[in-house]
């Protein structure tokens, strides 16, 4: 099972940034999609997740600049990034749930400079 994350890198404050990720390998349906972030001295906190049925949550600190979105099919999750703030900085990582595992990417590092 891997899930691979690709889009992160430095953007100036402003401007926006498309992350993805897909999945290879799960056999199982996944259920729900989405993505995490952790900065430096920071706990993991959530971004944004969709679920199968096209459902979304929003953390509080993105909601109306990020959107979430989702391929079943290919097993892929995106998130565009609008209007990136320097606080947007961390490491964002996602993940993918069935009805019985959780699965984590390795990871893509998001930059914002102001």
């Known amino acids: 099972v891997q899930l691979q994350a690709s889009g992160g890198g430095l953007a100036q404050a402003g401007g926006s940034l498309t992350l993805s990720c897909a999945a290879s390998g799960i056999i199982a349906m996944i259920n729900v999609m989405g993505w995490y972030r952790q900065a430096p001295g920071k706990q993991r906190e959530l971004v944004a997740i969709?679920?199968?049925?096209?459902?979304?949550v929003y953390g509080d600190s993105v909601k109306g600049r990020f959107t979430i979105s989702g391929d079943n099919a290919k097993n892929t999750v995106y998130l565009q990034m609008n209007s990136l703030k320097p606080e947007d900085t961390a490491v964002y990582l996602c993940?993918?749930?069935?009805?019985?595992?959780?699965?984590w990417g390795q990871g893509t590092q998001v930059t914002v400079s102001s």
């Open positions: 993940n993918q749930k069935t009805v019985v595992r959780n699965y």
């Open positions: 969709i679920t199968r049925g096209g459902s979304t």
